[in-house]
């Protein structure tokens, strides 16, 4: 009797322990879900990149911050590493002015890769792009045979307003169904930029002996070079800008067809070092990222603060050192201008300022990282499309930032992108002068 009551009450405690186990288990096994759900996460961002993820936005600047995250560079370096096989790029469609000698793709950062003229390859199996630049392109010199699995690039290398004042269409690579674009522009699927962080990187020296040795060569005050006089709106724009500062007293030394007193790469070369501002007037008014080698070549590089008309100042601090250059735009006079210089010209302290960026580390200018040209095709045709990411469209669910083959770009229009894309003020400019 005594044992059959005591199974009678054992049964429901253990029972009740049971349950009640349970509850604190599940609580507990909650308690970690939750916690883990907050950390893992932060852990898995990383990884995020990898794939077709929900779209972020970050500031163009910014992109590059993503070079150095190691799940991304440790990929990099595996997918790199196994890119042996060649692939083939046909520059089908070279400039106007005729072919040259093409420079390779640097095999440890871009993969296996040649670039040729060559279109007897046009069917090969290893060859996987095609290269066509905007000024040669013909209806009646297209490759007849196509493959799916291959990209086509189109490659402009002049602002959209000059573009569309020179008379250039393009109806023929819309038709034959081009998917790509390389061009100046950071929201071009390759970019091909004048000038960039990487270019300037080995003016980027942590001392501080650059800053004497600029000041003992500074005797003049600025200089400016233009050739293109009238050929478009810009350019006549540009020289009216140039020719208004000169009366109203900014001490300058033109050169170039526009001054009828021609210089050559030599002798600017030489005397470059003894100017204290060079002035980067571009040929075109706010067209998206138009920035040539007027900035980076002749100014950046040959010890000169660049002063700086064309693009928005957006464009400038996206892809240049920060601080270093002058922005025209932000004074509300050509003699506001003229003041502000004169005043650096008797700084030095404050002049020096704008050289700060040679001692910093190459990887603090913006797009640093981006590889551009026929190197970041090289990597696309490997699966390599970490070079995207720097592009404003850039989104995780239309482009994995490695592939297996290539991924597909797809641009419906070529002048889509050069005219609707673009800033409207960049074709604003042909209101300005009648």
Known sequence: MYSTSLKHYLIPVVLLIFVIGISINFKVHSTLINWANRVIPIRQSKLALFYNQRPRDHKIYRYHQFADDAKIQEELEKRLKFATEKKIIIFWSPPAWGRSELGQPNRANCGNCEVTYDRSLMRNNRTGAFVYHFDSIREDDMPKWRNPNHLHIFWVMEASSNVKMLGYTFETEDAFGMNATMSYRIDSDFSSAYGGGRSLSG?????????KAIMQKKSKLAIAVISDCSVTVGARIRLELINQLKSKGLRIDTFGNCFSNKITEEELQDIAPHYKFFFSYENSYHCSCYITEKFFGQGLHRDMVPVVWGAVKQDYETIAPPGSFIYAEEFETPRHLIDYLEYLDQNDEEYLKFFRWRTMKPDTVPMYHRTEGFGA????????NVDYR??????????????????RRTVPSVGQFLYN????????????IK
Not at 377 to 384: F, L, M
Not at 390 to 407: E, H, V
Not at 421 to 432: A, T
């Open 203 to 211: 003016l980027m020296a942590n001392n501080d002996t650059i800053y």
């Open 377 to 384: 095709i090289c990597r696309a045709v490997h699966g390599i």
């Open 390 to 407: 720097f592009n404003p469209k850039y989104n995780r669910s239309s482009m994995p930032l490695f592939s297996d083959g290539i991924a």
């Open 421 to 432: 894309d673009d800033n409207h003020e960049c074709f604003d400019i042909f209101d300005k």
